[in-house]
């Protein structure tokens, strides 16, 4: 069934934007065909009724990692990053924070700002087809020493220079934050205060990874 995620709901309907209703109508859903509407995390089977959708049932849908996973990568090139945003939101990710670091490329940091809407879109259409309960937050652009502020329990820090870390196949548990950098990596000084914030420094192998990729890899690492 067709999936959208619904902010206002009328004792037992939900109203329709007119982007869900221009979608219903492209798709020429049937009268007795129904869909799902997701609202405060659950979802619901609705029918439509001038557009309007009526609710005739709630699930125990939950496909959600009981866990808070926050990214914290690099801006990078805005397509590469779009990439990124939709596979990050069908991994499990909760938050995504735009990362401004010394290697960060300048020419990308205002671009990036225009294009945070289209980032939410691509992520809103992404969790309507993973079947995720929520929308994942997608922020504005953060300081590589403003995000150091932010605490958790378990962070770690992709880098590929570091002998003594993490292997590449070990498995991430519980609430986590993990920083990704951009091209040509975090600088060293930037290392150093990540360690001694009490980041754990994970390798991704031999082999140097872009971006994205070495996002991905370490969101396919969690264990549910």
């Known amino acids: ?40 995390q659950k979802y619901f089977i609705c029918r439509l009724d001038n557009n309007e959708a009526i609710i005739e049932e709630e699930t125990n ?14 801006i990078i090139n805005i397509k590469r990053f779009e990439w990124l945003v939709q596979k990050a939101t069908e991994l499990g990710v909760k938050k995504i924070y735009p990362l401004i670091t010394k290697n960060t490329n300048i020419k990308y940091i205002d671009i990036f700002r225009k294009k945070i809407d289209r980032l939410r879109e691509i992520s809103k259409n992404a969790s309507e087809q993973s079947f995720r309960n929520i929308l994942v937050e997608i922020n504005e652009p953060i300081s590589f020493n403003e995000a150091m502020k932010i605490d958790c329990k378990n962070k770690y820090i992709a880098h590929e220079k570091e002998k003594d870390s993490l292997k590449k196949d070990y498995l991430f548990e519980g609430h986590s934050i993990f920083f990704v950098g951009p091209e040509g990596g975090f600088d060293e000084l930037e290392i150093k205060q990540a360690v001694n914030n009490n980041f754990k420094i994970v390798s991704l192998g031999k082999r140097i990874l872009r971006s ?9 690492r969690i264990k549910e």
């Not at 982007?19 to 859903?29: G, P, V």
């Not at 849908?61 to 690099?74: G, H, Q, R």
């Not at 994205?212 to 396919?220: C, M, R, Y």
């Open 61 to 74: 849908i939950n496909n959600e990692n009981p866990n808070e996973i926050v990214l914290f990568i690099a």
């Open 212 to 220: 994205e990729t070495a996002a991905i890899f370490l969101l396919s």
């Open 1 to 40: 069934m067709y999936r959208f995620f619904v902010e206002k709901r009328n004792n037992n309907k939900f109203e329709l934007t007119k982007e869900i209703i221009n979608h219903l109508k492209a798709i020429r859903l049937k009268k007795d065909e129904r869909f799902y509407c997701i609202y405060d």
